[in-house]
């Protein structure tokens, strides 16, 4: 039979995993494997992304895409742009949908890349950061108003939240 290895090696080679999943029955098995096709790596930024240009020691967060208005039966899909200034943990992204009385009404954890870590990200160049569940889903009544979004860098190994300079930026 055809090597189960195969394909995913080759795709390893030629794309960047973004996600992966196996669900296996009685007598079988079934492999998701969801890749990034085009690179998440960039020269310049896209020019309608709104610099952020918020930093810590390792990594920048430079710019974010994010639709300026949401329907209420359409989830939020949101780009984030990084680029690694040295040689980092992985890290979870939190983005929080908060109302205009600080409540937070939407909460969405993921690793930033857990298949591309940090380390191999290429020095002075920015990635793009975009996947399924960067959609943030709006609860359902939601209405019509001015919205907060927080996005938070953490620190996978320790939950702790990294503190970013604005300031610092280049």
């Keep these: 039979g055809f090597p189960s290895t195969r394909v995913p090696a080759w795709l390893n080679q030629h794309f960047k995993q973004v996600e992966g999943a196996s669900f296996f029955g009685n007598y079988t098995g079934a492999h998701v494997w969801l890749y990034e096709t085009r690179s998440p790596v960039f020269d310049q930024l896209p020019v309608d992304a709104q610099s952020i240009g918020a930093q810590t020691g390792a990594i920048e967060l430079a710019a974010v895409r994010v639709p300026a208005r949401v329907p209420g039966d359409v989830a939020a899909h949101i780009e ?42 290429p020095r002075g160049q920015w990635v793009r950061w975009v996947r399924w569940s960067t959609y943030l889903d709006l609860p359902i009544g939601l209405p019509p108003g001015t919205y907060q979004l927080r996005l938070r860098a953490i620190d996978s190994g320790t939950g702790e939240a990294l503190a970013f300079d604005k300031n610092a930026a280049d």
């Design 80 to 121: 984030t742009f990084w680029r690694a200034r040295d040689r980092s943990t992985p890290l979870t992204l939190d983005i929080d949908l908060i109302d205009a009385r600080g409540n937070v009404l939407v909460q969405n954890e993921q690793a930033l890349w857990p298949f591309f870590p940090i380390d191999e990200w």
